[in-house]
């Protein structure tokens, strides 16, 4: 576990708020339109990942959603120790976080998992290396809440309250 990760459920929800929900919401601000840069610019090029607008701008509004009822919901019941009934909305986040999976792969499969064509332009290896390390940080992010925030309160038992 990386050192800078707290403990404390509380914490590690201030955490998860401040180091994945802003830097996705950054990430994706920075790197829709630089696909849709590499779209038009490339447009009728084999390589260009068609369809990878539409599938970056359907995730961030899912996502959008998905921290915003962490946000407001299920992270400020965590730091109260739990609430009765808790598995249910980390049951929902669970299967949010398994449609993000599915939109990550298909990000992969466009991009030819991020292999860049030969003589690719600044914009498309920009994007090609943001698109890299928003996924490793989405897939981070998930691992975090599914395999070490969320089993301390499902059960309705919270391991710190």
């Known amino acids: 576990m990386d050192p800078h ?85 980390i049951a929902a986040m669970r299967a949010d976080h398994d449609d993000h999976g599915r939109d990550s792969a298909e990000i992969l499969r466009l991009t030819g998992d991020l292999a860049l064509p030969e003589g690719a332009c600044r914009s498309w290896a920009a994007l090609y290396d943001g698109l890299g390390t928003f996924l490793d940080d989405l897939q981070a992010h998930i691992r975090l809440e599914n395999e070490v925030l969320f089993p301390q309160f499902e059960e309705g038992v919270p391991a710190h309250g």
């Open 5 to 89: 990760v707290p403990d404390d459920p509380a914490d590690l929800t201030r955490f998860i708020e401040t180091r994945y929900h802003e830097t996705h919401r950054a990430q994706l601000a920075t790197l829709i339109p630089l696909a849709e840069k590499v779209q038009t610019v490339h447009y009728g090029d084999k390589n260009v990942p068609l369809g990878l607008v539409d599938v970056l701008e359907r995730l961030r509004g899912e996502m959008e959603v998905h921290m915003k009822k962490e946000e407001l919901i299920l992270f400020p019941a965590i730091r109260r120790g739990g609430m009765s009934g808790i598995g249910q909305p």
